[in-house]
């Protein structure tokens, strides 16, 4: 089995490029990073894996006269080297749907929150609003609608008394690390696609999210 060929895209610190970068290098790993790219130069994510000697491309949304040029010639240019998996990483832009459309079944995002709880932004802080015991992260299939697509996995923790959106944050990011590894992990072993708008796993169709336990998935 040949492994799977991963672009990366993020925006921020990189931390959960990171941890891809770490998962590859394990001895039974089944995917390697081809690409690492980012709408802000500056990003810490392309410093890591410009270290690791990984492939990096940045492009500034402010040379493009609307986001759907700039998308176009983003996806255009992580086609050339032809990944087989797109990776949303903490990549703070909502993409356009044309721009997207080729890469269905192809493309997830970790997102901090369990989904369809809490779309979008502070979900943290919406979480602890809302009183809620539980908080988690989800690893799902992008789709035109924000943070809507079919959920793979989710990894949950509890909310404990005087939790801030800080802290809760900080607690949640080592096991959104696990969460993404694992979810490429079982991808590149083709264990997970998505089939219509639904997600199949080992060839049926899944009824809940996976859930992470220790860094294994399960139903």
Known sequence: MTNLRLAVLASGRGSNVGALMAAQREPDARFEIVLVAGDRPEAQALRIAEEAGIATLALDPRGYADRARFDADLFARIAAYAPDLVVLAGFMRIL??????????????????????????????????????????SVHFVTPELDGGPVISHVEMPIEAGDTPASLAARLLPLEHRLLAATVDLIARRRIALAGNRVDFDGAQLEAPLRLAGRSLAP
Do not use: C, F, Q
């Open 96 to 137: 356009d749907a044309a721009a997207m459309a080729a890469w269905r079944g192809r493309m997830v995002n970790i997102h901090p929150s369990l989904l369809p709880k809490y779309r979008g932004l502070k979900t943290h802080e919406r979480a602890i609003r809302s009183g809620d015991e539980v908080h988690g992260a």
